[in-house]
């Protein structure tokens, strides 16, 4: 499997961000976020409709086989979610998501109806104020592409192996092999530690562990998720520590009542592994728009970046 990206339509963008110029109560903090780059709401209306020419130049010519090969290069997806990362402070993200899932897939019926069903470059997500884009067809909102990724190269190379596995798991019959699902466990277990290890014990403490992590990620998560999905996330973490030791260490605790036969059962369906694939998400999407709160990407420092994103949309030379 080639690596992913996050190449998307450039309806994506013209739609995205006339919701966040369409938001009064976003209004403030957009602003600012531009002024940071040297730029203004102006300059976000005059990209939408840059975005929407190409869409509309494009749209007649698509065709469900190739539809993906006319998405925008990555750095459009950058731009994005760094726009995107400065409105973390102002709630969830959910909302605009869906509403951005809602105009693209209005806009395609309406100006390319022979595409059918959205493709990947057609199917956005916003989780934890990242931009995504969702892979695959085993999930309408799993796995997420991102367009970046967290600073440590060791958790964004893991990530993308989690979303890989996903992938790789939609064209196989359930219920899978029960090492299937753990692998997903054991990922998803190490890359909440590595987010948020636990600190060293004090003499004579007893050492914390992954639950430390998970509790941690959750406390980050709460202004950054739907209630309904917080809560979801919450009940589906509360025994998932000791599942995830049996799957790894094959033999349950001495208080355990559970075998090993018992949790690999429970591992086995996208039914029972989607809330563990969605928390391990919103904790990597909520880690990049907080490392994104704080720095501008080289390629959007200095200079306007349209001076070089614009040859991507252009439809007359």
């Known amino acids: 499997m080639g690596e992913l990206t996050c190449q998307l339509s450039p309806l994506v963008f013209a739609e995205l961000y006339r919701l966040l110029l369409g938001s009064g109560d976003l209004r403030d903090e957009l602003t600012e976020r531009l002024g940071e780059i040297g730029c203004d709401l102006e300059w976000l209306e005059a990209r939408a409709e840059d975005y929407d020419a ?21 750095e459009h997806s950058v731009l994005a979610t760094w726009l995107l990362a400065g409105l973390r402070n102002t709630g ?64 964004s190379a893991a990530y993308k192996g989690l979303v890989e596995q996903v992938l790789h798991l939609q064209d196989v019959t359930e219920p899978w092999p029960e090492l299937a699902g753990t692998a997903l466990y054991v990922r998803t277990g190490g890359l909440a530690e590595a987010l948020r290890p636990a600190p060293e014990p004090a003499a004579g403490e007893r050492k914390r562990g992954l639950q430390y992590s998970i509790d941690l990620l959750m406390r980050e998560a709460r202004p950054q998720a739907p209630l309904n999905v917080w809560d979801r996330l919450r009940v589906n973490w509360l025994n998932w520590v000791a599942r995830r030791n ?11 009542n559970s075998t090993f036969e018992d949790n690999a059962a429970q591992v086995r369906t996208w039914y029972e592994i989607h809330l563990t694939v969605l928390g391990i998400t919103q904790f990597i999407c909520q880690e990049v728009s907080l490392e994104l709160m704080e720095i501008i990407p080289p390629g959007l420092r200095n200079n306007d970046p349209w001076e070089y994103l614009q040859y991507d949309v252009k439809t007359e030379w």
Not at 60 to 73: C, I, N, R
Not at 104 to 110: E, G, I, L
């Open 54 to 74: 190409k869409w509309c130049f494009d749209a007649p010519s698509l065709e469900p086989a190739t539809v993906d090969d006319y998405a925008l290069p990555v």
């Open 92 to 155: 969830v993200s959910d909302e605009i998501s869906s509403d951005l899932i809602d105009a693209v897939q209005r806009r395609m019926d309406a100006d390319a109806p022979q595409l059918g069903a959205r493709p990947q470059s057609l199917s956005p997500a916003i989780r934890g104020w990242t931009l995504g884009l969702v892979a695959g067809t085993l999930d309408p909102t799993l796995p997420v592409v991102l367009a970046w990724h967290p600073a440590d190269p060791h958790i």
């Open 246 to 256: 049996i799957l790894t260490h094959v033999k349950p605790g001495e208080n355990s």
